[in-house]
């Protein structure tokens, strides 16, 4: 009955890896071992449909640049980065989302393009801020707005 709850509480149908290192549990249980609070833990219709975009971008990153270029536009926009560089969203049921893909994003030898056309698209679809808000470092949002500025100066 538990377990029943915890799925209609937004957890895919094939739960986490993670579950099964918890042993047999409740929501309480489940919250105590993942360090969240599962039970309250719901998602708009909205922002499952853009996590579920997220997860299926994950198989392509490592093809085309495009599809890294979608996934950290689409984290940055909509809020989630967070989520998934700390495997939030892996341990909602959106197992193979974490870190290691976000991080992939940009390890491909592409990811001063990656982060050019990320700058662009934010630029054209008011995402700016939250390019800065991620780029904490100091000097780093000034270079990630160079690698735009000096792609726009080739065309």
């Not at 934010?122 to 500025?149: I, K, Q, T």
């Amino acid at each position: 009955m538990a377990h029943q709850q915890i799925q209609s509480q937004n957890f895919p149908a094939q739960a986490s890896s993670r579950a099964g290192l918890c042993g047999q549990f409740d929501s309480d249980d489940l919250a105590a071992c993942w360090g969240t609070n599962a039970k309250t833990r719901t998602r708009s219709a909205e922002q499952r449909a853009i996590i579920n975009k997220l997860h299926r971008l994950c198989q392509k990153i490592g093809h085309e640049r495009r599809y890294r270029v979608e996934m950290v536009c689409l984290a940055l926009k909509h809020g989630l980065v967070a989520d998934v560089t700390h495997y939030k969203l892996w341990d909602e049921g959106w197992e193979g989302l974490g870190e290691r893909q976000w991080d992939t994003c940009f390890e491909m030898g592409d990811s001063e393009l990656v982060i050019a056309d990320v700058v662009e698209r934010a630029r054209r679809e008011n995402f700016l801020d939250a390019v800065r808000d991620y780029c904490n470092a100091p000097g780093a949002f000034e270079r990630w707005l160079s690698y735009a500025d000096r792609q726009a100066c080739l065309f």
